[in-house]
């Protein structure tokens, strides 16, 4: 071989060299950068007529385990949705109360009971008559606090997929547009790297909002779609997807007066799982709707048995007492969101001996001793028979909401108190699941985590021994260029 020859190997190495110590310092910047996979520079052998013309130096590739970061966007849409459910739940927990501390429903319940009971003693103590109205006012705005948290926490529901729905339609134009770059470069033989770094990048965001399967087609383009099926565009379409942010009310219910999330002229909601925009979907459409029906058939049967036992304590605004509808309309049209109205009856605001004298005809009136609509609420009222031996009607565990469709996850109990003790702690129960899984899922997601980055993540340890082998193979060419470099010299001096 000649000395041109040599010296043209020797060139091209150092050549190879430097690209691969370019990318060295490329991997090692990007050590700690959240989901930066390694890069490789590819090299090859290159020859003519059998003879060795050194290397050549070829595309750079990423060291990718595709499978396990597949399953760490997967799990990435499990562990947000729960967050996202977690959060929500977990301000109906503090508007709940710690059961024991007094502040709770049930607990407002049971003062409320041990008033009447201390009023039977003294029916006439206008002081004892005024302290029942004020318990049974606390309970009432109690109920109504409660409420109006669903409400503001579907509202939030509902303002958050307005903006992830945004989030969206950016992230999938992200995709796009690097995925055309992506098609173009490699197209032309070019190394797109780089760009699948990032690109990946917004795939895990996109990851945050939906639970979606990632398929890399024969060109480089990306096809995505949804668990459910939903191909998402990415390419052709400026902000594909919509949504209109609505005022949610306790009666809101979609499709029927709340938006769904539209692509083109075609509502998707359906299609639309997991990850934030799943969890807040079902949060606004069926756990807070639930958590808010439940109320509401507390709050109806709450009134309904005072009435029924000849004192209408708690009603409407408008004086009256819901009752439950009969078919084919759902059970509780007529008192969808009287939770969040339910107060004490004006008439017996103005006059708090009602509460000894009762409110319906026939009842003796300002009788210093009269005690028997007080019994009556104790005895039934706050008990499971509504008369002797005739138990109260069971609360409504089906059919609830305004659509009718949704359902209460317990068996009712025959007491009052004991109803409103159950809505809570089946509530509270949610929130505790909901929690613990968020917990399980997120280590599940570490691991994933760590593991993917250990497998195509920078290891500093290699980047570190890499450098090291291709600063001696530098100074080894380095070397040879010298040693022709000298031949040269002395051939030239031959001549002269």
């Given at each position: 071989m000649s000395l041109n020859g040599v010296l043209s190997i020797a060139t091209g190495s150092l050549a190879n060299i430097n690209s691969q110590l370019a990318l060295v310092s490329q991997n090692v910047a990007n050590a700690s950068t959240p989901g930066y996979t390694a890069e490789i520079a590819t090299q090859q052998s290159a020859t003519a007529d059998g003879k060795g013309l050194g290397v050549r130096t070829g595309l750079t590739i990423r060291n990718l385990d595709a499978t396990l970061q597949a399953e760490l966007f997967s799990q990435n849409?499990?562990?947000?949705?729960?967050q996202t459910r977690q959060t929500a739940l977990q301000v109906i927990d503090?508007?709940?109360?710690?059961?024991?501390?007094?502040?709770?429903?049930?607990?407002?319940?049971?003062?409320?009971?041990?008033?009447?009971?201390?009023?039977?003693?003294?029916?006439?103590?206008?002081?004892?008559?005024?302290?029942?109205?004020?318990?049974?006012?606390?309970l009432a705005q109690g109920i109504n606090a409660l409420s109006n948290t669903y409400t503001a926490q579907r509202q939030a529901a509902e303002d958050n997929l307005?903006?992830?729905?945004?989030?969206?339609?950016?992230?999938?134009?992200?995709?796009?547009?690097?995925?055309?770059?992506?098609?173009?470069?490699?197209?032309?033989?070019?190394?797109?790297?780089?760009?699948?770094?990032?690109?990946?990048?917004?795939?895990?965001?996109?990851?945050?909002?939906?639970?979606?399967?990632?398929?890399?087609?024969?060109?480089?383009?990306?096809?995505?779609?949804?668990?459910?099926?939903?191909?998402?565009?990415?390419?052709g379409r400026t902000n594909p997807f919509s949504i209109i942010g609505d005022n949610i009310q306790p009666g809101s219910s979609y499709p029927a007066t709340v938006h769904g999330i539209m692509l083109g002229g075609t509502d998707v909601t359906s299609q639309m799982q997991g990850g934030q925009i799943g969890a807040n979907i079902a949060l606004r459409d069926k756990t807070l709707p639930t958590d808010q029906a439940e109320l509401d058939e507390l709050a109806q049967n709450l009134a309904s048995r005072f009435d029924t036992e000849g004192l209408r304590l708690f009603t409407d605004p408008s004086g009256d007492v819901p009752a439950a509808s009969a078919p084919?309309?759902?059970?509780?049209?007529?008192?969808?969101?009287?939770?969040?109205?339910?107060?004490?009856?004006?008439?017996?605001?103005?006059?708090?001996?009602?509460?000894?004298?009762?409110?319906?005809?026939?009842?003796?009136?300002?009788?210093?001793?009269?005690?028997?609509?007080?019994?009556?609420?104790?005895?039934?009222?706050?008990?499971?028979?509504?008369?002797?031996?005739?138990?109260?009607?069971?609360?409504?565990?089906?059919?609830?909401?305004?659509?009718?469709?949704?359902?209460?996850?317990?068996?009712?109990?025959?007491?009052?108190?004991?109803?409103?003790?159950?809505?809570?702690?089946?509530?509270?129960?949610?929130?505790?699941?909901?929690?613990t899984q968020a917990d399980t899922e997120q280590a599940v997601q570490t691991t994933l985590a760590n593991k993917l980055s250990t497998q195509s993540g920078v290891n500093m340890d290699t980047e570190m021994s890499h450098m090291i082998q291709l600063q001696n193979a530098y100074g080894a060419n380095a070397r040879i260029i010298t040693a022709v470099q000298a031949m040269f010299d002395q051939l030239l001096q031959a001549v002269q």
């Open positions: 849409a499990t562990v947000a949705g729960l503090a508007a709940q109360g710690t059961p024991g501390q007094g502040i709770d429903i049930a607990s407002l319940l049971g003062k409320l009971q041990d008033q009447f009971s201390t009023l039977l003693n003294d029916p006439s103590s206008a002081p004892q008559q005024s302290q029942v109205v004020s318990a049974a006012n606390t307005v903006s992830a729905v945004a989030t969206l339609n950016s992230a999938l134009d992200t995709i796009g547009s690097l995925s055309t770059r992506i098609v173009t470069l490699k197209a032309s033989g070019k190394s797109t790297a780089d760009l699948e770094n990032q690109r990946d990048a917004a795939v895990a965001n996109l990851s945050q909002l939906l639970d979606v399967k990632v398929l890399e087609q024969p060109n480089s383009d990306l096809l995505v779609a949804t668990t459910a099926g939903l191909v998402l565009p990415i390419h084919p309309q759902p059970v509780q049209s007529n008192y969808v969101g009287f939770a969040a109205t339910i107060q004490v009856n004006a008439a017996v605001q103005s006059k708090p001996s009602l509460v000894r004298d009762g409110t319906a005809s026939g009842n003796p009136d300002n009788l210093a001793g009269y005690t028997g609509v007080i019994q009556n609420v104790l005895n039934y009222t706050f008990g499971a028979d509504r008369s002797p031996g005739v138990p109260w009607l069971p609360s409504n565990t089906s059919g609830l909401g305004a659509t009718g469709t949704l359902n209460a996850p317990y068996t009712a109990p025959p007491t009052i108190g004991g109803l409103a003790a159950t809505v809570l702690a089946a509530q509270a129960q949610e929130s505790a699941t909901t929690s």
